[in-house]
């Protein structure tokens, strides 16, 4: 089926973030991510979403803070973003590094504890994580450890955008790294994916509204529960790994061990168990950093923020 034609303002915006990326590419990843960080850190506290979103997702979740703290973080998460995005587009740049390293890149704590005891041909594998630090590098990490990785990702609603960063993922990612749109279609070809033995990662973190409504820092949220339906169906490890960010294309990526399953007997039961300690550790990430997370989406129902 083909697709219908893409409006002046979608060929225009399209454009933007195709000339963004060339310049981006021609930089250094250290100096693209300073640029990217500086820009956005400028431009998004003035957006409306900041106040509309972020702010008042802040006041539900952590009403201790008062307006400069709150400022302060939602400052910080523009920068992360704006420093994401361009190390998305250098991703080959971003190179494993000694513990300790100040280079650009990444170090990872907990793969050879967790995640290799796990690596078994045949035998399907779950992660899960969040907006937090950068995300867009964990497939990276899988690619060059030999996993057979796939992801679900939310697509760009401009179809033009979409396929320019599945594109810029498919070149840094360098090998049959599986993208699966959520959704119908996307959900199916994921559990193939775990059918076949591979590995599945999910960005866990925000509203679903077909989801279990679970709490997340105490208020009801609407969570996606796919996590965790798949991992009661194939009985198969479920590790929570998530990204600090140290400073401009500098990441901490911290592998933790896998979780317990529950094993009542009633799958509605396991299902919320399952989830709600999924929202727990999530919480746990971002309390612990919460500059790191990207509040800028609509977390909680709508009468809430």
């Known amino acids: 089926m083909s697709r219908p034609p893409l409006s002046l303002t979608a060929r225009a915006e399209a454009l933007l973030v195709r000339g963004l ?18 820009v956005t850190r400028m431009i998004g506290p003035l957006l409306p979403v900041t106040r509309k979103v972020g702010d008042a997702n802040l006041r539900l979740a952590m009403p201790e803070l008062n307006a400069a703290q709150r400022q302060a973080i939602l400052r910080d998460v523009w920068t992360n973003l704006g420093q994401s995005i361009a190390e998305l587009v250098r991703l080959r740049a971003m190179t494993r590094l000694p513990q300790g390293s100040t280079a650009p890149g990444y170090t990872l704590s907990g793969w050879e504890e967790h995640v290799l005891p796990h690596i078994v041909p045949g035998k399907p594998l779950l992660f899960f994580t969040a907006h937090i630090g950068n995300w867009e590098i964990m497939p990276l990490i899988a690619e060059r450890s030999g996993v057979e990785f796939g992801f679900m990702y939310r697509a760009a609603s401009n179809a033009a955008v979409d396929e320019i960063l599945r ?20 959900g199916r070809a994921a559990l193939a994916h775990l059918r076949q033995g591979g590995a599945l990662g999910l960005l866990v973190d925000q509203k679903l509204d077909t ?40 990441l901490h990526v911290v592998i933790e061990p896998p979780l317990a399953l529950p094993g009542s007997g009633d799958r509605k039961a396991d299902l919320l168990a399952l989830t709600g300690t999924m929202n ?18 609509r977390r909680w129902p709508k009468g809430r923020v």
């Open 21 to 38: 990326i060339g310049l981006l590419q021609a930089l250094p990843v250290t100096t693209a991510s300073r640029l990217g960080g500086a």
């Open 167 to 186: 594109g810029l993922r498919r070149d840094g990612y360098r090998s049959a790294v599986k993208m699966f749109a959520k959704g119908a279609a996307g």
């Open 211 to 250: 989801g279990l409504s679970v709490p997340f820092f105490g208020k009801p949220a609407m969570t996606m529960d796919a996590l965790a339906s798949f991992a009661l169906k194939f009985q198969c490890p479920v590790i929570p790994i998530h990204v600090e960010r140290q400073g401009p294309a500098r």
């Open 280 to 297: 727990r550790i999530v919480e746990g990430w971002v309390r612990a950093r919460p500059g790191d997370w990207l509040w800028l989406h």
